[in-house]
């Protein structure tokens, strides 16, 4: 009789949470559904960069670098930036060179342009040998278009007669980042 009396227990125990545990059965339902979206940022950089000579000679090496990239900053006291830096230095050795050029004054320096909500670098940036230099800033609350906005650097190189004649290939490394 005990058993039958427990068991008759757990039954009605059961039944009397039944509503509040599995929710109420109607003909409609409703759900909260939540999201946190939070700062962002992505890059891609869209192909290699040759630099060519105009007709004059020993006219500067010019070229352009195109990307595109997607952000979005916090609203309040969110920033941002692209940054470029000269991975590895023109290789192989006497010709350009960012680190250790063979003559005094001669650089790599690029200009920017950036659609969207960044702000491009002003002037002409010299750049620099293992060291970030500025492309882009953003603000708060920055947000780029779904498809992604695009930028680009216009490369200056100096044609000094003193590189040895051959191909040389540096390495430039984009970096986009949120404060």
Sequence with gaps: ???????????????????????????????????????????????????????????????????????????AGGSGSITAQVLTDFSPGNGPSVQNPPTAGDTLSYGCTVAGPGTGCSGSIAAQYQVDTSVATFGANARSSRAGDSGSLAWVLTNDPQYETGNYQAVVRFTISLM
Aim: charged share 10%.
């Design 1 to 75: 009789m005990q058993r039958k009396l427990s068991l008759f227990l757990i039954m009605v125990a059961l039944v009397a949470v039944s509503p509040a545990a599995f929710g109420q059965w109607a003909t409609t339902g409703t759900t909260n559904i939540t999201v946190a979206v939070g700062p962002e940022a992505a890059i891609s950089v869209n192909s290699a960069t040759p630099l060519t000579t105009g007709t004059t000679l020993f006219d500067d090496y010019t070229g352009t670098t195109t990307f595109s990239y997607k952000i979005r900053t916090a609203q």
